[in-house]
Nanobody, 123 residues
Framework: QVRLVESGGGLVQAGEPLRLSCAAS????????MAWFRQAPGQERKFVAA????????YYADSVKGRFTISRDNAKNTVYLQMNSLKPEDTAVYYC????????????????WGQGTQVTVSS
């Protein structure tokens, strides 16, 4: 099993940055691909960003390209999401997810999920 624990959420003003972290434990060999998803109130969960094992390739939703950066530190079994120029529409619960093998962009391809961390951006 894999356990994922997110941290770093909070309340910020529009334009400010925030960095989320997701620490993996347990069977970390099954965390080749890691991703962030988010779910705003009344909306479906949506893909935000994903990264492969070696960090060489990353993928982003159009809504966050140029503002968010996903990275990982395999020595610490941790993935990060640096969020810059935050907007009120970025307000959501952010979830970390992991899967073995290649990166996928669909949430239902990820068997392991964290509990989520709330990000609120005020205008």
């Amino acid at each position: 099993q894999v356990r994922l624990v997110e941290s770093g959420g909070g309340l910020v003003q529009a334009g400010e940055p925030l960095r989320l972290s997701c620490a993996a434990s347990g069977r970390t060999s099954s965390t080749s691909a890691m991703a962030w998803f988010r779910q705003a109130p009344g909306q479906e969960r949506k893909f935000v960003a994903a990264i492969g094992w070696d960090g060489g390739r990353s993928y982003y939703a159009d809504s966050v390209k140029g503002r968010f950066t996903i990275s990982r530190d395999n020595a610490k079994n941790t993935v990060y999401l640096q969020m810059n120029s935050l907007k009120p529409e970025d307000t959501a619960v952010y979830y970390c997810a992991a899967r073995n093998l290649v990166v996928m962009l669909a949430g239902n391809e990820y068997p392991y999920w964290g509990q989520g961390t709330q990000v609120t951006v005020s205008s």
